[in-house]
């Protein structure tokens, strides 16, 4: 089970380090992240940022149960997932996400494989663009349904389950939409902006035992991202300081570094991955 890192590390004075905070280090490297023994939820992970975090986290040992709205893509996730990783416990749960069974039955399968340690609010939608005077209601319900109050759901049923007795770390996956206004993604970076203010009351809320983040990815290659790059590739990475584009990889890292005793004095931050977007000033 999880629990989450306590104490201080010693400081043993600068013989430890080389010629300050910018030499190189000479002591022994950080421990890679392990997640053998934890137990965890990975939520719309049948393809692109859920699918690679998820794959992440079986490849550091957690036993993943894997969500989304389809039984056969799903299937193909997990799947894929182990047989990169032979050994790796990868449980696939079909269901809609605004559904509070659903919910039960994918956090009750982490239950079944030893406990419920992380959970990652990967599950976003976005069905309406464009202007915010013309656009449909029924449209905005539904993405504020799916990307805020689900997530809500899915921390409520992992907080019942076991969270609230053992600690836990949750990732809840936003967006630098959710931080600048785009015009373009306006209610959907709404609904991004209240996931982060969700994120922040629910740290201040469920800590010390259960920490609580979000990730902002900038413009990852996805599916769900192709209508952002559809003047090209090359035109949409022109703007970032990285020159490239995120990969559901990039945010696959940083999700493992978050739910690890690596960031135990992490908690209520929201850490942007957008190849230096923000930095910019621009979207």
């Not at 893509?73 to 509070?100: K, M, Q, Y």
Request: without cysteine; hydrophobic residues 45%; aromatic residues 4%.
């Amino acid at each position: 089970m999880y629990r989450p890192a306590t104490g201080e590390p010693e400081f043993t004075g600068p013989s430890d380090v080389s010629e300050g905070y910018g030499g190189a280090m000479t002591a022994s490297s950080p421990a890679p992240v392990d997640l053998s023994g934890r137990s965890a939820v990975v939520t719309g992970a049948s393809r692109g940022i859920g699918l690679a975090i998820a794959h992440e986290l079986a490849a550091r040992g957690a036993a993943v149960v894997i969500t989304g709205r389809k039984a056969e893509p799903l299937d193909a996730a997990a799947s894929e997932i182990r047989e990169a990783i032979p050994d790796a416990v990868v449980t696939p749960v079909a269901g809609n996400t605004g559904d509070g069974e659903h919910r039960a039955a994918a956090v009750q399968a982490a239950v079944t494989n030893g406990g419920i340690d992380i959970l990652v609010n990967n599950t976003g939608i976005n069905p309406v663009f464009g202007d915010l005077m013309t656009t449909d209601l029924n449209g905005v319900r539904k993405l504020l349904d799916t990307n805020v109050v689900a997530a809500l759901g899915y921390v409520q049923e992992a907080y019942a389950a076991g969270m609230r007795e053992s600690g836990g770390a949750i990732v809840n996956i936003a967006s630098i939409a959710g931080l600048r206004s785009t015009g373009v993604i306006a209610a959907y970076g709404a609904s991004k902006a209240a996931l982060i203010r969700l994120t922040e009351e629910l740290a201040w809320q469920l800590g010390p035992t259960i920490r609580v983040n979000a990730i902002a990815p900038g413009i990852v290659k996805t599916q769900f991202a192709s209508v952002l790059v559809a003047a090209g590739e090359d035109q949409a990475a022109a703007g970032y300081p990285l020159k490239r584009l995120g990969s559901p990889e990039d945010i696959a890292a940083a999700a493992a570094f978050l739910v690890s005793d690596h960031a135990s004095w992490i908690t209520g931050e929201t850490l942007r991955v957008d190849g230096g977007m923000m930095a910019t000033g621009s979207m």
